[in-house]
């Protein structure tokens, strides 16, 4: 019984290989019918499923890509593609709230096991194109929201300017009162916009090399902070010394900066325009 089981998990990773070898050829279909085989005889591996899902998302096949994403990350909790995969699915769908969740949990995922690998900035890419997506559509409803609560006021008043005239004498005390009030009112509405107008994002927000508002800021024995993925670059191909203050460093003295990954993460909620990239 056991060697009918192992013939079948190298069977099934034989066929992943040739799914994978399909995949690179830009044979989607034949890698699909490779990965299906795989699962047909391993249906417990997630990788055979977020590789046929893969495969899905190449062919825009969307509804397929979310079926085998959510088989994957049920297998697999801590399948950074299976929850990158969905999201991206559900995004096509315009379920953004959900899809935002999932790229999240897939950058989380992929930052604590390979936080300077390429998929985590795809991710990053792609989490952060969303959310500003979500930005523009939320803005444009609040400003069309705030401009007609603000004719709604101006209504108001000029109609109880009119009705003001009707019962006093003083006409200049009335329309230099309601001329304030609507001046007031456009310097409220006018503040309540400002969320919504880029602005240059504060220095402390942004890391020292790369200028962008941090994604995963950490912090290094003198105090200075950086984007994990750059300074651990940095570490590697060109030195092991901190690229300001030039002292000593090693990968393992960094530590997350839970203050100012805090500090963004409050930035970005209330300015989504941030989250533009160039």
């Keep these: 019984m056991a060697k009918g089981v192992n013939s079948a998990a190298e069977q099934a990773e034989q066929l992943k290989q040739d799914g994978n070898h399909y995949f690179k050829k830009n044979r989607f279909a034949a890698a699909i019918d490779a990965y299906t085989e795989a699962i047909t005889l391993c249906p417990n591996v997630p990788v055979y499923w977020t590789n046929r899902a893969l495969c899905h998302r190449k062919r825009n096949e969307w509804g397929r890509v979310e079926e085998d994403s959510l088989r994957a990350v049920r297998l697999d909790p801590k399948s950074v593609k299976g929850h990158y995969m969905l999201g991206l699915a559900l995004l096509q769908k315009e379920i953004y709230a959900e899809g935002i969740r999932a790229l999240e949990r897939a950058l989380d995922l992929g930052r604590g096991a390979h936080p300077n690998s390429y998929m985590v900035e795809e991710i990053w890419q ?115 010394f901190d690229p300001i203050t030039r002292e000593p460093l090693h990968p393992s003295q960094l530590v997350p900066n839970l203050a100012i990954k805090e500090a963004v993460g409050a930035y970005l909620e209330k300015h989504g325009w941030a989250y533009k990239l160039d």
């Design 126 to 240: 792609e989490l952060a194109s969303a959310k500003c997506k979500e930005w523009v559509h939320d803005s444009a409803k609040r400003t069309l929201d705030l401009q007609k609560l603000e004719k709604a006021c101006e209504i108001a008043l000029e109609e109880k300017f009119v009705h003001d005239l009707s019962r006093k004498m003083d006409t200049d005390g009335v329309g230099y009162s309601t001329s304030e009030q609507l001046a007031a009112l456009k310097l409220i509405f006018s503040k309540a916009a400002e969320d919504d107008k880029p602005t240059d994002i504060p220095d402390y927000l942004c890391c020292k090399i790369t200028l962008d508002i941090f994604r995963d800021p950490v912090i290094t024995p003198s105090g200075l902070t950086y984007e994990r993925a750059i300074i651990l670059e940095h570490l590697e191909k060109v030195g092991k």
